[in-house]
């Protein structure tokens, strides 16, 4: 209305006008010639066609003006919520709260309550509070509370979709629950076992059909099919190894270990490890890589791979003999002359 009002002005003026020279007619016939009164009429209705234009003007100005009020706001709020969002996920991501974090949260939230009704103010008040010591215990593979994190999170997208969309668009939303990411993050305490011989190694792989290996540096798991191919070749690789080191020298023994995982309660062995033992000092290993190889390296007194060997190449192995041999010779070599010092 604002915007037109210099011309509800001149319409009303105009109308006054119009309406006198109506009463004067009235008042006494003949002062008003038949013309004028004529001319008067046609005005009397264009000012009032003029007025209900101007309304309707001015009622689609000013829903306009709502609707880009609304617009602005909405899109408004869309930021300041979702800028609350990563304030709170940043805040939380390293599974603690520091006093700066705690008043980062509370200036978020005092810009955030300039948008939102009390009622939103006082249930997004609710859900902050929520967080407490217990929020951030873990679990014992350090695997944080997920139902927390998702009942927190649900929450608070709640309490904006609300006050973005009403109550008559609104439909709450249900807790999600990720059961397939506790899995993953699950992960079982390993169980190292030592068989007795050789024969135990070769049973307890073939009772097994999958090899795991998790490497501690780069997390990255490796996993692979065990077939008969595969102990028959570690097995041919011990029987040649076993050769070579009676023919160094009687006081080199084997030991043997080996682990079992459980992940997402599906069972896997782990690398089998052959430790070659000098007068009880583990000095060499030789088994199954994570690349499906068979190898042997040394451990003391340095740590390098000796040889490996793809399993399609076991014929190969007799090539390898003196290379292994002389390692071994030099590994003992080596302990023997750290020993007399």
């Not at 009032?48 to 609304?70: A, C, P």
């Not at 506790?182 to 059909?209: Q, Y």
């Not at 030991?255 to 690398?271: A, Q, S």
Request: with cysteine; proline share 2%; glycine share 2%.
């Amino acid at each position: 209305m604002k915007k037109y009002k210099k011309y509800w002005f001149y319409l009303l003026f105009a109308l006054s006008i119009s309406l006198t020279i109506i009463i004067i007619n009235n008042v006494n016939d003949t002062a008003i010639p038949k013309i004028v009164q004529d001319i008067n009429s046609g005005v009397i209705g264009a000012i009032l066609t003029t007025i209900i234009t101007l309304l309707l003007l001015s009622n689609q100005t000013e829903s306009q003006e709502n609707l880009t009020k609304s617009s602005v706001v909405y899109e408004e709020k869309l930021k300041i919520f979702n800028k609350f969002l990563e304030t709170i996920f940043r805040c939380l991501e390293d599974g603690k709260l520091s006093s700066g974090e705690i008043v980062e949260i509370i200036h978020s939230f005092s810009l955030l309550r300039i948008h939102i009704s009390p009622e939103s103010s006082q249930k997004l008040e609710e859900t902050i509070m929520s967080i407490d010591n217990s929020f951030f215990y873990v679990d014992e593979n350090n695997t944080p509370n997920l139902k927390r994190y998702t009942k927190l999170y649900t929450d608070l997208t709640n309490v904006f979709r609300k006050e973005l969309y009403g109550d008559k668009a609104h439909i709450a939303l249900n807790d999600f629950n990720f059961n397939n990411f506790s899995e993953i993050l699950f992960l079982k305490r390993t169980v190292e076992i030592k068989p007795v011989d050789f024969k135990a190694l070769a049973e307890m792989l073939g009772n097994h059909t999958k090899l795991l290996y998790r490497n501690p540096k780069t997390e990255n798991t490796t996993v692979y099919e065990i077939d008969s191919n595969l102990i028959d070749c570690l097995t041919q690789f011990h029987d040649f190894i076993e050769k070579i080191v009676k023919s160094i020298s009687e006081e080199i023994h084997f030991t043997f270990e080996i682990k079992k995982h459980t992940v997402n309660k599906e069972v896997y062995v782990g690398l089998p490890y052959i430790k070659l033992n000098y007068k009880k000092q583990y000095f060499a290993h030789f088994g199954i890589s994570e690349k499906k190889r068979l190898f042997i390296g040394t451990k003391n007194p340095n740590s390098k791979q000796i040889a490996a060997i793809e399993t399609y190449e076991i014929e190969r192995l007799s090539a390898l003999k003196t290379q292994i041999s002389n390692e071994i010779k030099h590994c003992i070599n080596e302990l023997n002359s750290h020993k007399n010092e």
